[in-house]
């Protein structure tokens, strides 16, 4: 968690939403995130867990909570502990979105083939997928029904540059959370404005082109080859499912 002088300090002198970090399973960093007046407590993987196995049970708290997944039970199971929010895992740091773009295909690839069964009408297969995730029926149902979860859906994990943002947009992400990839740049500033531009108008390759021009490729973070990483350095396992 990060230092609350730090977090109410930054409340302090901005009037949009405050997201901030507690390790996964930490109940009492969440309590002091919600009494402090975060908007937003991310269950983040990006810090370490103190609770492997489990997740906090986000219905205790009135905050929101975004929590992120690699695929679609995942997703679910986060979605019934109360998140309000889910988002890809990603790799953050690395500046490489692939894993990001990987994990949103195999969730939208559940959720269609979900939907094609509601479609269908096969019931059983739902209250199957619904046991496999040891998660109630109803929330699959209603996942299955929408063709979608039924919370908003960020990105997340390795996004740099406008382009990653807007195929992030063109998956099927409602936006993106950007951290490392403006912070770590040589041009943060104007990388952010970009991002928010290739975001909003992700539909407009046109626009799309233009906020790529506003930065420079020199600029953007070095980025990292996921294959590289050990196994014990990635952080989307951590927290386990």
């Known amino acids: 968690m990060a230092d609350v002088k730090v977090i109410e300090d930054v409340m302090r002198h901005v009037t949009i939403p405050v997201s901030a970090k507690v390790r996964i399973g930490h109940y009492y960093e969440a309590f002091i995130l919600e009494q402090v007046g975060v908007d937003l407590?991310?269950?983040?993987?990006?810090?370490?867990?103190?609770?492997e196995q489990h997740h906090i049970n986000k219905w205790l708290f009135t905050v929101p909570f975004v929590n992120g997944c690699r695929e679609l039970c995942e997703a679910l199971r986060r979605i019934s502990e109360g998140a309000s929010m889910i988002r890809s895992k990603g790799e953050a740091g690395t500046g490489n979105v692939s894993e990001a773009v990987k994990h949103f295909k195999v969730l939208y690839k559940a959720i269609n083939e979900l939907y094609a069964a509601y479609r269908d009408g096969d019931e059983e297969r739902l209250r199957d997928f619904a046991r496999q995730c040891q998660v109630p029926v109803e929330l699959v149902t209603l996942t299955?029904?929408?063709?979608?979860?039924?919370?908003?859906?960020?990105a997340a994990g390795g996004i740099a540059t406008p382009a990653d943002a807007a195929l992030m947009m063109w998956l099927g992400a409602d936006g993106v959370f950007v951290g490392s990839g403006i912070f770590k740049s040589q041009d943060p500033r104007e990388r952010a404005e970009a991002i928010v531009i290739a975001t909003a108008h992700w539909d407009d390759p046109e626009t799309?082109?233009?906020?790529?021009?506003?930065?420079?490729?020199?600029?953007?973070?070095?980025?990292?080859?996921?294959?590289?990483?050990?196994?014990?350095?990635?952080?989307?396992?951590?927290?386990?499912?």
């Open 208 to 241: 799309v082109v233009e906020a790529q021009r506003m930065v420079s490729e020199k600029a953007s973070m070095m980025g990292i080859d996921i294959k590289s990483l050990k196994p014990e350095e990635l952080l989307q396992v951590r927290g386990g499912v």
């Open 41 to 51: 407590i991310d269950e983040s993987e990006v810090l370490t867990p103190v609770d």
């Open 144 to 154: 299955a029904r929408m063709g979608r979860l039924p919370v908003i859906t960020f």
